[in-house]
C-alpha cells in the first residue's frame, strides 16, 4: 500500500510472517493486511483473543485482532500470505466511493429505465427503490427502499431508505433513513440524518 499506516501490516521474513503490527505511525513495510484470514488453530486465536481483553490490551484505544495475530506469533504460530492484487479499501468516503465504481465496472450493474427518469450506466437500482423525474448514474448504488425525486445523482452510494430530493449530488455518501433536500453538490450524511437546504 502508498499508505501503509493506513492498516494492519505485516513483516515477512522467506515468506513467513515475522510480526504484525496495527496502524502504526513509522510502518515497518508497506504490504497491508487486507483483513481475510484463514486459521487453522481456531482454539489458539479463542485463547489469544481473551488474553487481549483480559490483558486490556489496546491499539489506539481499541482492542484489534492484529494484536491477538501477535500474541498467536509469540506462541509459535506459523503464519504465511497470500498477495491480493487490486484489493480495494472502504475505509474512507473516497476510497468507499472508487470500490463502488469499480464493483459496477465489472457487474455492469442492474440499471434499467425507470418511466420519466434517465439511467446512465453502470448503476445498481434495487427493485423496491423510487426514482422519480430524475437522472442517475453512472456509478451510482441504489439500496432497497430509498427515493430518489428531481434529482441528479452520480457516483455516489445511497443506504437504505435513505431520501434525495431537488438535489444535484455526486461523490455523495447518503446513510440509512437519511433525508436530503436542497441543491448540495456533495454530502457523506450519517444514518437518520436530515439535511434540507431553504429556499
Request: net charge negative; with cysteine.
Given at each position: 500500500?502508498d499508505?501503509?499506516?493506513?492498516?494492519g501490516?505485516v513483516?515477512?521474513?522467506?515468506?513467513?510472517?515475522?510480526?504484525?503490527?496495527?496502524k502504526?505511525d513509522?510502518?515497518?513495510s508497506?504490504?497491508?493486511i487486507?483483513?481475510?484470514?484463514?486459521?487453522?488453530?481456531s482454539k489458539?486465536?479463542?485463547?489469544?483473543l481473551t488474553?487481549?481483553?483480559?490483558?486490556?490490551?489496546r491499539?489506539?484505544?481499541?482492542?484489534?485482532?492484529?494484536?491477538?495475530?501477535k500474541?498467536m506469533?509469540?506462541r509459535?504460530?506459523d503464519?504465511?500470505?497470500?498477495?491480493?492484487?487490486?484489493?480495494?479499501?472502504c475505509?474512507?468516503?473516497?476510497?468507499?466511493?472508487?470500490?463502488?465504481r469499480?464493483l459496477?465496472?465489472r457487474s455492469?450493474?442492474?440499471?434499467?429505465?425507470r418511466?420519466?427518469s434517465?439511467?446512465l450506466?453502470?448503476?445498481?437500482i434495487?427493485?423496491t427503490?423510487?426514482?422519480?423525474?430524475?437522472?442517475i448514474g453512472?456509478y451510482v448504488s441504489?439500496?432497497?427502499?430509498?427515493?430518489?425525486?428531481?434529482?441528479v445523482?452520480?457516483?455516489?452510494?445511497?443506504?437504505?431508505?435513505?431520501?434525495?430530493?431537488?438535489?444535484l449530488?455526486?461523490?455523495?455518501?447518503?446513510?440509512e433513513?437519511?433525508?436530503?433536500?436542497?441543491?448540495f453538490?456533495?454530502?457523506?450524511?450519517?444514518?437518520?440524518s436530515?439535511i434540507?437546504?431553504?429556499?
Amino acid at each position: 500500500m502508498d499508505d501503509p499506516q493506513r492498516f494492519g501490516i505485516v513483516e515477512l521474513k522467506d515468506g513467513r510472517v515475522t510480526s504484525v503490527v496495527e496502524k502504526p505511525d513509522v510502518p515497518p513495510s508497506n504490504l497491508a493486511i487486507v483483513g481475510l484470514y484463514y486459521i487453522a488453530d481456531s482454539k489458539l486465536l479463542f485463547d489469544c483473543l481473551t488474553e487481549v481483553i483480559e490483558r486490556d490490551i489496546r491499539t489506539k484505544g481499541e482492542f484489534q485482532l492484529t494484536d491477538a495475530l501477535k500474541l498467536m506469533l509469540e506462541r509459535g504460530a506459523d503464519m504465511g500470505v497470500y498477495p491480493v492484487e487490486g484489493w480495494h479499501d472502504c475505509g474512507l468516503p473516497e476510497t468507499l466511493l472508487d470500490t463502488n465504481r469499480v464493483l459496477l465496472e465489472r457487474s455492469g450493474g442492474n440499471g434499467k429505465d425507470r418511466q420519466g427518469s434517465i439511467i446512465l450506466s453502470p448503476v445498481s437500482i434495487d427493485p423496491t427503490a423510487v426514482i422519480e423525474r430524475s437522472v442517475i448514474g453512472p456509478y451510482v448504488s441504489v439500496a432497497a427502499g430509498a427515493t430518489i425525486r428531481d434529482s441528479v445523482v452520480t457516483d455516489s452510494i445511497l443506504s437504505a431508505g435513505a431520501i434525495v430530493e431537488m438535489s444535484l449530488l455526486s461523490r455523495s455518501l447518503i446513510g440509512e433513513a437519511a433525508v436530503v433536500r436542497g441543491h448540495f453538490q456533495k454530502l457523506n450524511v450519517g444514518d437518520s440524518s436530515e439535511i434540507e437546504m431553504g429556499a
